[in-house]
């Protein structure tokens, strides 16, 4: 199994930074794809950004020149740096890693969530 533990969160004005960190723990060594998703107060989890262990990016457009993901695949964590914060970005963000199973499927995993908060 793998663990996924998020920190980073918190309360920032709109305009401001954040940087999230996940670090991962347990079966890690085959981890493939990690991201970060979101999920707005009353709305469904969304795609936020995903990396690939040879740091190849995807980014949904509303967050796209605003936000950064970069992983240290030395230290088994993903990060993602948010600038230029906005009211509509508030949300828990939760951490995803895939890594194969012996069956040819995938093992989807998740962190509990951090919670940030845009507001004045």
């Known amino acids: 199994q793998v663990q996924l533990v998020e920190s980073g969160g918190g309360l920032v004005q709109p305009g401001g930074s954040l940087r999230l960190s996940c670090a991962a723990f347990?079966?890690?060594?085959?981890?493939?794809?990690m991201g970060w998703y979101r999920q707005p107060p009353g709305k469904q989890r969304e795609l936020v950004a995903t990396i690939t262990p040879t740091r190849i990016t995807n980014y949904t457009s509303s967050v796209k020149g605003r936000f950064t993901i970069a992983r240290d695949n030395a230290k088994n964590t993903v990060y993602l740096q948010m600038s230029s914060l906005k009211p509509e970005d508030t949300a828990v963000y939760y951490c995803n890693a895939k890594r194969p199973l012996v069956d040819s499927t995938w093992g989807v995993y998740w962190g509990k969530g951090t919670l940030v908060t845009v507001s004045s």
């Open positions: 347990g079966l890690i060594f085959d981890i493939n794809t």
